[in-house]
C-alpha cells in the first residue's frame, strides 16, 4: 500500500463570526494561546508523517503562507535576542514538512476547497481536515487513523460518540454497522439529522479528519451543490460509502472546535490548564 505522504487543509472559509478581527485576518490564525489554531493541525499532519501539506486559500489568506515559511532575517534578530525557541516549533515543522498553496476564488463548500486540490495530490491517498478544528490526543488523530487504512486500505473518518440525541442534531451525523474496537463499516452519512434520525450508535463527525483515496475524486467533481448551494465533502462521503467500503473510527482525543467566539475561548481554557496557566 502506498504510503500516505500528503494532507490538504482547507482555510478559505470567509470566518464572518469573528468579525471584525477576522477582517484582514484569517480566522485559522485566531491564537489558542500563543499559537495559530492552523498550527496544532499542521503539527497533527507532521506527527502523522505527512511530509507534504497543501492549503486551500483565498484572499486576505495571506499570513498563513508567512506563518509557515522561514524568515532568516527575523530568526537571526530572534538568535540575537536569545528568543529563537519562541518560534522553534515552526522552525521544526518547516525540516519536517514542505507547504503548498492552491486558492478557492469563491467559498463554495469545503468539498469545493478540497477539489481544488486534485491536481496536486493526483491518485495517491491523502489526509484530510478542515482549518478550525483541534483534536487534543495522546496519537495524532491522522496516525490513528493510518493506522487502520493501511490495513483496511479504504477511506475512513474520524468520528466521536455522543450520548445526547439533543446534542447529535446539530452535527453531521455518521451511520453504519459495528466492527468493534470503535471501528464501524460506513452506510450512511447526514447533515443534522431530526431527532428521530439521529446516528443509532451516536457517531458524529467532530473534527474533520480523514484518509480518502482516490476515489473522492470523480464523486466530488460530478456531484453538484447541495444544503445552502455548495458542495459538502460529507456528500461525497456519503456517495463513496454506498459504492466503495469506507470507515469510521471513534478516534481516542478531545475535539475542540475554534469556528465560533465561544468555542474559541474554551479552547483556550482547556489548554491554559493543560500548560498549568490556569
Ligand atoms: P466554516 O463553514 O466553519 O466557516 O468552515 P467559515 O466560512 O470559515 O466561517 P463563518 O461561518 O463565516 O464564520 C470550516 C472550514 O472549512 C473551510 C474554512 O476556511 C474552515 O477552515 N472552508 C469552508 C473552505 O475552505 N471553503 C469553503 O467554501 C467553506
Not at 515543522?93 to 468539498?111: A, M
Request: some cysteine; overall charge neutral; charged content about 30%.
Amino acid at each position: 500500500m502506498q504510503k500516505v505522504r500528503k494532507g490538504v487543509i482547507t482555510v478559505a472559509g470567509l470566518g464572518t463570526r469573528f468579525l471584525p478581527a477576522t477582517k484582514a485576518m484569517p480566522k485559522e490564525m485566531l491564537p489558542v494561546l500563543d499559537k495559530p489554531v492552523v498550527q496544532y493541525i499542521v503539527e497533527e499532519m507532521a506527527a502523522s508523517g505527512i511530509t507534504e501539506i497543501i492549503f486551500v486559500t483565498s484572499s486576505q489568506k495571506r499570513a498563513i503562507e508567512d506563518h509557515f515559511d522561514r524568515d532568516r532575517d527575523y530568526e537571526a534578530y530572534l538568535e540575537r535576542q536569545g528568543k529563537l525557541d519562541r518560534i522553534q516549533s515552526l522552525i521544526d515543522l518547516n525540516k519536517k514538512v514542505r507547504f503548498f498553496y492552491t486558492r478557492q476564488s469563491e467559498p463554495l463548500g469545503n468539498g469545493h476547497a478540497l477539489l481544488c486540490a486534485r491536481e496536486f495530490i493526483g491518485d495517491e491517498p491523502f489526509a484530510f481536515s478542515d482549518g478550525d478544528s483541534i483534536i487534543d490526543a495522546k496519537t495524532p488523530v491522522i496516525a490513528q487513523l493510518l493506522d487502520i487504512f493501511y490495513k483496511k486500505k479504504s477511506s475512513i473518518i474520524g468520528v466521536q460518540k455522543i450520548e445526547s440525541k439533543e446534542e447529535m442534531q446539530k452535527y453531521g451525523n455518521v451511520y453504519g454497522k459495528p466492527l468493534g474496537k470503535g471501528l464501524y463499516r460506513v452506510s450512511e452519512f447526514r447533515e443534522k439529522p431530526t431527532l428521530e434520525h439521529v446516528s443509532p450508535h451516536g457517531l458524529i463527525v467532530g473534527g474533520m479528519r480523514y484518509i480518502l483515496t482516490s476515489d473522492i475524486w470523480n464523486i466530488l467533481q460530478e456531484q453538484g451543490t447541495g444544503k445552502d448551494g455548495e458542495i459538502w465533502l460529507a456528500d461525497a462521503a456519503h456517495t463513496l460509502a454506498k459504492k466503495k467500503k469506507f470507515f469510521a473510527y471513534e478516534y481516542e482525543g478531545e475535539y475542540f472546535d475554534t469556528g465560533n467566539k465561544l468555542a474559541l475561548l474554551k479552547t483556550a481554557i482547556h489548554f491554559a490548564e493543560k500548560e498549568g496557566l490556569l
